[in-house]
């Protein structure tokens, strides 16, 4: 391949971004859905950058597009070349006092429920030109789309450290009992898990990590669990305790905060060994320098985590 300058410039084009939709989707058909682009269109942008470079940028199987090395090597520029462009564009608009602006958010659902909304919509009184996108993932899903770079920040429970993430902010989030006010284990501060199991029990699926840690509490006590409900959505675990009057479910302090201040529902901690291996988590990418707008969210988030009851 040619070491002439006028090559490094045609890397500048649209066919980049067709690239890097392809790489997210892993198929040229998905990311000709996504971009509204025909997939003629797409495949013709990507061969003619791999006859410019030389080189296959993918290895097509059967079941979709993976980049080859070489494709690897440009995802790794292109990604910073937008992340560059898109900073550029957020930096302008910071200096017109972050009248404009977007920041992207991923985080996991018990987050989302009313957590985030309600820090955003606090954020936009003050800066009501900022526009946010919240995906709302399983853990790791939010953690891929920072390492991606389709979010600039992300919250979710971790219970280790993840490669290339740069941890912004972590606390303790215990697992806590919920149930609704009055329900007669309130009268308590702690309980154990065995107390738990003797009422309607509603819990979330195995792949989130304050079932994980439930598990493996009552797997070490031998505890029988048979719960009435079981959901991958939170807020039909939320909705079984206002049917179910001495029903009980498990949670972060975060998920249900405003509801324990509105007096929707009760909280107690769980004494049980292990149900505090875990963290609350805010996530950005190693390297990547944030928006002047996604910094002072950042700042925002981070301060009203710490706010949390111990």
């Known amino acids: 391949m040619s070491n002439n300058p006028l090559v490094a410039r045609q890397l500048q084009d649209t066919a980049l971004r067709y690239f890097l939709e392809v790489i997210r989707c892993g198929s040229i058909s998905e990311a000709s859905q996504r971009l509204n682009v025909a997939g003629s269109s797409i495949s013709r942008h990507i061969a003619q950058l791999e006859d ?12 979709g597009m993976v980049p080859s090395a070489a494709g690897e090597v440009l995802a790794v520029h292109a990604l910073k070349s937008a992340h560059d462009a898109e900073r550029a564009v957020h930096d302008i608009q910071a200096l017109k006092g972050m009248q404009r602006g977007r920041v992207h958010l991923a985080s996991t659902e018990g987050f ?6 309600r820090l955003i919509a606090d954020f936009s009184r003050q800066h ?44 303790p989030s215990p697992v806590l009992a919920v149930m609704r006010a009055g329900h007669p284990l309130t009268r308590f501060k702690q309980v154990g898990l065995s107390q738990l199991l003797a009422y309607p029990i509603a819990l979330p699926e195995q792949d989130t990590t304050v079932r994980q840690l439930f598990d493996i509490a009552c797997s070490r006590q031998r505890l029988n669990v048979a719960p009435i409900l079981t959901s991958n959505y939170i807020g039909s675990l939320f909705g079984f305790l206002r049917h179910q009057e001495e029903g009980v479910t498990i949670s972060g302090e975060i998920s249900i905060r405003y509801q324990v201040d509105r007096g929707e529902l009760a909280c107690v901690r769980l004494r049980d060994r292990g149900l505090d291996l875990r963290n609350i988590v805010v996530q950005t990418l190693m390297g990547r320098t944030l928006s002047h707008a996604a910094q002072a969210f950042l700042k925002y988030l981070k301060a009203q985590l710490g706010a949390a009851p111990a």
Do not use: C, N, W, Y
Not at 112 to 117: A, K, L, N, T
């Open 52 to 63: 410019l470079l030389g080189a296959s940028l993918f290895d097509r199987h059967a079941r």
């Open 112 to 117: 989302s429920m009313e957590f985030m909304p």
């Open 128 to 171: 009501p030109g900022i526009q946010f996108h919240l995906s709302v993932d399983p853990p790791a899903e939010a953690t891929r789309r920072v390492l991606q770079g389709d979010a600039d920040i992300g919250i979710t429970m971790s219970r280790s450290a993840e490669k290339d993430l740069k941890v912004e902010h972590s606390q």
